[in-house]
């Protein structure tokens, strides 16, 4: 499986825009990117998926690179709620397949 | 959209007693489950794949005596944890995708269990 390489932690400000971003650089042609978030104590949210095109939902956007190699999720105008884990996965899209999650990103939005 | 339920949310047990968490996908069907565990300020770490009808698939290192998984019907998947130590103490989660083309996987809320 191809492996994400996504910061430790990031700071955004209540109100702006917060881009977390996250590097794939080994993804092949099936797979997917994912991400979800993962607020203290729960269960991980979903938040979006896309294969090559950006990608918008409630949410979130996706942007996705021309080479697939990179990502950047975008929540455009971050609350305090936002605060969480957001974790980037790569992975095809079967039945079958698990999500194996690495370390995420750390996002802290304050006021 | 598709809803994960798990039951119970947290439980307690003494060491030596079994403990059973349920997952169950509300408003959809599931052939395959997944079950995570994830301790403190650590990732989600998959256990074991749990398949309608048949056998689970157990992770490298994952004791498959130890934590039973039954996957009666295609909405339910139980994990036993059997004669629980405190280091079995965690948060696991399960999680499950919708038979449609495209769609994502869906997370229960986990179940935090602490053995005593």
């Known amino acids: 499986d191809a492996k994400t390489t996504q910061p430790t932690s990031m700071d955004c400000a209540e109100g702006r825009a917060a881009n977390l971003p996250c590097n794939h650089s080994?993804?092949?042609?099936?797979?997917?990117v994912y991400w979800y978030r993962q607020i203290h104590s729960q269960g991980p949210q979903y938040i979006i998926h896309?294969?090559?095109n950006n990608e918008t939902n409630e949410m979130a956007s996706l942007i996705i690179t021309e080479d697939r190699k990179s990502s950047t999720l975008i929540l455009p105008h971050a609350t305090l709620r936002d605060t969480a884990v957001y974790y980037c996965i790569v992975r095809p899209n079967q039945a079958g397949t698990a999500l194996i999650f690495g370390k995420g990103t750390t996002l802290s939005v304050s006021s | 959209g598709a809803v994960v339920s798990q039951h119970p949310s947290w439980v307690i047990c003494k060491s030596g007693t079994s403990v059973k968490i349920e997952c169950r996908s509300l408003d959809f069907q599931a052939t395959t489950m997944f079950w995570y565990r994830q301790f403190p300020k650590q990732s989600l770490m998959l256990m074991a794949t749990?398949?309608?009808?048949?056998?689970?698939?157990?992770e490298q290192g994952v004791e498959k005596d130890k934590f039973l998984i039954n996957h009666a019907s295609l909405t339910l998947s139980t994990l036993t944890v059997t004669s629980a130590h405190p280091e079995d103490s965690s948060f696991y989660i399960c999680s499950a995708r919708e038979q449609v083309t495209n769609s994502p996987l869906h997370f229960g809320n986990g179940t935090r269990l602490t053995v005593t």
């Open positions: 080994t993804i092949s042609g099936n797979e997917y």
């Open positions: 896309g294969l090559k």
């Open positions: 749990s398949n309608e009808g048949s056998k689970a698939t157990y």
